[in-house]
Structure formats: structure tokens, C-alpha cells
């Protein structure tokens, strides 16, 4: 290998590493490159790009979330498509999809106060539903919404109880 040829690799390389970290940047979903590890938030940012964008706390903890479940002490609500409910969800949560949102807002808030713990949960961690669900329900003045990021998938693979409607 002479030197254009090593010199040429060299290029490549730097060209396509300044192309992702471009890309991760300008990214909504970007992989944060700075910023603090937290074993029960995951990635704390140090800065953001988004100003105004309101962030629910996340849970990827399922025995903390587990806790939460048995005592009761959250309103615990599944935004994943109501007929995916039925087949299986978390017991005690409520089936209030996502894209029902503006429609069904006003007998969802006769089940809950702005004060009340919410935990929303949709299908795991790919799935941003429940961010966007969380948001919302901030935006609204909502005190206290948590996320559990693990969603339905971690919460079945640990094993815990799920409950599914029968028809």
C-alpha cells in the first residue's frame, strides 16, 4: 500500500465520520455524544436542541416500575391500538391508544387529576408513542408523567403478570 492509497483511506474515513455526527446532530432522535450516564434515565444530556420540547421521566428499571404497579401508586395507562391491548397489557392499565387522543381527552380526564402520578407505557423502546403520549399529557400541565420505557415487551420477558381482555 503506498501512501495516496493510505492517504485516500484517511479521507474516506474522516469524510463519513463527519457525515454520521452531522447527521446524529441535526437529528430528533439522535444518540446524545455529551452528556452524564444515569443507570434510571439513561443519557443525560447536557444540551438540546430543542428548547421547548417537554420530556417525561423515564423508567428503564421494571422491578421499580414493577413496585410502582402493585402499589398502586400511578395511573397506569397503555397508549399502544386498543384491539393490541386486549390481546395482553399490564395489570390495572388503561387502553388509551395514541391516536385517539384528541377525541377520547375528555373521558380520559374524568379518570385522572393534573396532580395524580401517569405512567404510560406503549410496546418497548422502540416505540416513541408513549413519549409523544407523555408530552402531550405535560403540556397540559400534567405534574408528574413518567414513561416506562421498557414498554410491554420488557415487562413480559421478566416474566410479570399480564392481563388480557376476554371475548
Known amino acids: 500500500m503506498n501512501f495516496k ?12 465520520m463527519g457525515l454520521g455526527i452531522g447527521v446524529n446532530w441535526i437529528s430528533p432522535h439522535g444518540i ?25 421521566d423515564e423508567l ?9 404497579v ?10 399502544r391500538r386498543a384491539d393490541i391491548y386486549a390481546m395482553g397489557h399490564i395489570p390495572g392499565a388503561v387502553s388509551f391508544p395514541l391516536y385517539e387522543f384528541d377525541t377520547a381527552l375528555s373521558s380520559f380526564l374524568d379518570l ?6 401517569v405512567l404510560v407505557y406503549c410496546a ?32 413480559k420477558e421478566m416474566g410479570f403478570e399480564v392481563e388480557a381482555d376476554e371475548s
Not at 70 to 76: D, E, F, I, R, S
Open 5 to 16: 492509497d493510505i492517504q485516500g483511506c484517511v479521507l474516506i474515513i474522516g469524510l463519513a
Open 32 to 56: 446524545a455524544l455529551f452528556g452524564q450516564w444515569d443507570p434510571d434515565t439513561g443519557v443525560v444530556m447536557a444540551g438540546s436542541n430543542q428548547e421547548n420540547h417537554l420530556v417525561a
Open 60 to 68: 428503564n428499571n421494571p422491578l421499580r416500575v414493577i413496585r410502582m
Open 70 to 79: 402493585q402499589a398502586k401508586t400511578a395511573v397506569l395507562v397503555d397508549v
Open 112 to 117: 385522572i387529576k393534573k396532580q395524580d402520578t
Open 124 to 155: 418497548g423502546v422502540e416505540c416513541q408513542d408513549s413519549h409523544a403520549f407523555a408530552s402531550r399529557l405535560i403540556q397540559m400541565g400534567f405534574v408528574s408523567v413518567k414513561v416506562y420505557a421498557g414498554g410491554f415487551r420488557e415487562w
